[in-house]
């Protein structure tokens, strides 16, 4: 018997960087140009930002196809939608030197970046995000997919984009309940990484809300220095990737089950609120940080009563069946204190008691919080 060692080498090609700006989407093009000479370049959005000037000012007068998802969202992020659009690039007789560029939400990242990662075994992807959640959380980190008919993202591949373009000024189109929703995902970077980041957002709520320049820009740059600093450390989720899921695994289950009629960052945020509530429980304190988080959340108009057709079997049937439960029982991540996640052996996943976590069902549901 024969052993022979394929050794894959520690690349920087994976490296990648973030610009963040306002008003510069027409000269993104350009610099893709500079960054993939000879790369031919294929645009795929959806129908709500088609119908923006983003995408006019984007392309200007270059000649790139564009494909457009429709319907928007995440009705249309499954695996037909991917075929449709590698059809449409196979009869446009793309090849592997092509760049797609994602130019949208999380839903049109997540498909363009799986099309990336499977399309001739790999092209080259653009991620310019134009929504709250798309900036602060899914055009980083490489993580791309579609949902099955059962289960979210259950199609998925890493695929590391080649450059991020975050221009503020595209979220000055979306709509008042999605911009908010999103805008959770970078309460929660704040509460596991920076503490200051979390005062700014209370202390800038206004001008963050009427979507000054500014104010966006900052989010923008807190958000991606934390999630790239977490990606780094562990891109491929092996540990500290997990303190990303902080609210997400009671949040995840509500949302799921809602059947997804509730939006992710009102789940996040209700799960925030029960990461918040076992906390205390632990005796990691944080009372005065919850009635913060509340009135942050009020003032985002974020309903965190959980829907009355909700019961306390089917959040823990499926917390139970959580991807990364152990002996068929989720691990919590939790914080110490704000801006400081909490790390014991190592661990960044912490067992948290059944009874403990019934007790905070329990108070969600009461609707007592
Ligand atoms: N890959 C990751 O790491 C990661 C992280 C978080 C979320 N996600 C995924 O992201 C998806 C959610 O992303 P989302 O919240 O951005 O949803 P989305 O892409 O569906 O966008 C929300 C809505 O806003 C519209 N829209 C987007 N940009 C707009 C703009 N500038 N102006 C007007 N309308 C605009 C879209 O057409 C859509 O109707 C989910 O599928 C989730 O699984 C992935
Ligand atoms: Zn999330």
């Known amino acids: 018997m024969q052993k022979l060692k394929v050794k894959i080498p520690a690349s920087l090609a994976d490296n990648y960087t973030v610009t963040v700006g306002s008003d510069f989407l027409s000269q993104i093009i350009q610099q893709v140009k500079k960054l993939l000479p000879g790369k031919e370049l294929f645009v795929i959005t959806d ?41 449409t690039m196979e009869k446009n007789a793309l090849g592997r030197d092509t760049a797609v560029i994602a130019v949208g939400g999380g839903t049109v990242g997540d498909m363009a970046g799986f099309v990336g990662a499977i399309f001739k075994r790999g092209i080259d992807v653009i991620q310019i995000p134009t929504t709250t959640v798309a900036q602060a959380d899914s055009s980083i980190g490489g993580k791309t997919g579609v949902d099955s008919k059962i289960s979210k993202n259950a199609f998925g591949a890493f695929k590391n984009p080649k450059a991020v373009f975050v221009d503020v000024c595209t979220l000055k189109t979306l709509d008042e309940k999605q911009f908010n929703a999103g805008l959770v995902e ?47 450390a562990d891109p491929y989720e092996k540990n500290k990737r997990r303190i990303l899921n902080y609210g997400h695994t009671i949040g995840h289950a509500i949302e799921s089950a809602s059947n997804y009629k509730i939006l992710h960052g009102q789940a996040v945020a209700i799960g ?41 079997k089917k959040i823990l049937d499926i917390i139970s069946r959580d991807k990364k439960a152990v002996q068929k029982w989720p691990r919590f991540v939790l914080i110490e204190k704000t801006g400081k996640v909490l790390c014991r052996d190592g661990e960044y996943a912490h067992k948290v008691e059944r009874k403990v976590v019934e007790e905070v069902i329990d108070i969600l549901l009461s609707q007592k919080y």
Do not use: M, W
């Not at 007068?61 to 564009?66: D, F, M, N, Q």
């Not at 500014?214 to 934390?226: H, T």
């Not at 940080?289 to 108009?301: S, Y």
């Open 272 to 312: 925030i609120i029960a990461a918040n509530i076992i906390e205390q429980k632990l005796g990691l304190g944080g009372e005065k940080r919850i009635e913060e988080l509340k009135e942050l959340f009020r003032n985002l108009d974020i309903d965190l009563n959980v829907p009355k057709s909700i019961t306390k």
């Open 47 to 87: 129908s709500n930002v088609a119908k923006t000037k983003h995408l006019k000012g984007l392309i200007g007068k270059e000649k790139i196809s564009v494909y457009v998802i429709n319907p928007a969202g995440e009705k249309s992020k499954n695996i037909n939608t991917i075929i449709k659009i590698i059809d």
């Open 186 to 232: 970078s309460i929660k970077h704040a509460l596991i990484a920076d503490a200051a980041y979390y005062k700014f957002i209370c202390g800038n709520l206004n001008d963050i809300l009427a979507r000054k320049t500014k104010a966006l820009e900052y989010i923008a740059v807190k958000n991606c220095r934390i999630k790239a600093d977490v990606v780094e």
